[in-house]
């Protein structure tokens, strides 16, 4: 049984509130938040004492015993979260994205090397029926080599304020960091460079620039076109967003939970088509990424998406934003991230 304090219970984290309560390897032992709103209906919820809540990680930390944390406070809180708690001996798992600039996501995996501690980003998106069949698919290599992928994320949404509706390029660094993790997730790929621009249409209540589009390279030739907006007019996809990856032996196309297979073994015509049902899968989002966690600590090896994984994802993000800033075309791993990357066992 693993001891957790949970950081951030409100919002999105009455997800983490629900996915603990109902495990039964986890026992949480500190609630934190600094709304007293957010504390209490975390107690009613989950039938715990208002004992056990806190105004801080430190106040918790020094007042409970703990295995590791869960922290699903917005980005800029993560690197503090995650590496207080793994200095003070605990294992972390925070919410995507790793955090709000690629100096902190740095410090993260410094310190994880450093503490030799698991910090697991959620990743969940890995961990949905449809996203895990387009994989499974993919990596049996049905498709071959692949050799370009278009990937289409246009959604109208309001968070009504909050940090998305302030922070520079929000559906790049708040969303897409699910995309480019599916990309690797899927392919099996990792990106070395990228171009890409950002712009805010006149109509977007976000202040940062809310549509984008980036262009990877990928580390065996392919590229990766990707297109995002989260002011888009009606034309809307699923979370997912809309895939076309295409392969020497055909293309893979997701759209709105339907998987479709094109067979095009020869130049350039469709042999046949195959729709795939969407496997069930035991455990999907969240409770998926503690399992994972759970089974990591048990085995003493690394979960999938821990920070020493996700570095190459969330470098993908930073490297965008670098991009669309610059104008230019980047690589994904700087210099300090690449030598970082080098000193992971
Ligand atoms: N994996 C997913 O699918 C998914 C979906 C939504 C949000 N998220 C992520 O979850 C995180 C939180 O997003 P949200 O939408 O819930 O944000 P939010 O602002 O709605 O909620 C954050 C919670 O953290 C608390 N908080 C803020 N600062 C704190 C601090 N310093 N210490 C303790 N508590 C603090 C707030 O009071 C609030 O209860 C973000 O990283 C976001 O990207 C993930």
Redesign the pocket.
């Known amino acids: 049984m693993k001891r957790f304090i949970h950081?951030?219970?409100?919002?999105?984290?009455r997800v983490w509130v629900n996915v603990l309560k109902q495990s039964k390897s986890a026992k949480v032992v500190g609630l934190?938040?600094?709304?007293d709103e957010?504390l209490e209906a975390a107690c009613q919820t989950a039938g715990y004492d208002r004992k056990i809540c806190f105004k801080?990680?430190e106040e918790a930390l020094s007042r409970v015993k703990a295995d590791a944390i869960v922290t699903?406070?917005?980005?800029s809180?993560?690197r503090h979260d995650a590496c207080s708690a793994m200095k003070a001996g605990l294992d972390a798992i925070t919410?995507?994205?790793m955090s709000d600039s690629m100096e902190s996501c740095r410090a993260m995996l410094k310190t994880a090397i450093e503490t030799g501690r698991s910090c697991v980003v959620?990743q969940?998106?890995r961990y949905s029926p449809a996203m895990a069949t387009v994989a499974q698919i993919v990596r049996s290599g049905k498709l071959g080599r692949i050799g370009q992928v278009k990937l289409d994320f246009y959604m109208g949404v309001d968070f009504h304020g909050?940090?998305r509706h302030e922070m520079p390029y929000p559906v790049i660094i708040?969303m897409a960091i699910?995309h480019f993790d599916l990309i690797r997730y899927i392919t099996g790929l990792n990106a070395v460079a990228v171009s890409g621009a950002a712009w805010n249409p006149p109509w977007s209540n976000y202040k940062g620039n809310c549509s984008s589009t980036a262009l990877f390279e990928m580390n065996n030739g392919a590229r990766v076109l990707y297109n995002a907006s989260w002011c888009a007019k009606g034309a809307f996809c699923d979370w997912n967003g809309n895939w076309q990856i295409e392969g020497e032996k055909g293309t893979l196309l997701y759209q709105k939970g339907e998987i479709r297979l094109l067979h095009a073994p020869t130049l350039y015509a469709v042999k046949r088509e195959e729709i795939f049902p969407a496997r069930p899968l035991k455990l999907q989002g969240q409770a998926h990424i503690l399992h994972d966690f759970l089974r990591a600590a048990s085995k003493g090896s690394v979960a999938p998406t821990d920070v020493r994984d996700n570095i190459q994802s969330v470098a993908m993000v930073f490297a965008a934003v670098r991009a669309m800033e610059t104008g230019r075309k980047v690589k994904v791993l700087d210099e300090q991230t690449r030598a970082l990357a080098g000193r992971i066992k």
């Open positions: 950081v951030g219970v409100g919002g999105f984290g934190v938040d600094v709304r957010a801080s990680l699903s406070t917005p980005p809180f993560h919410e995507k994205p959620s969940n998106y909050g940090f708040d699910h």
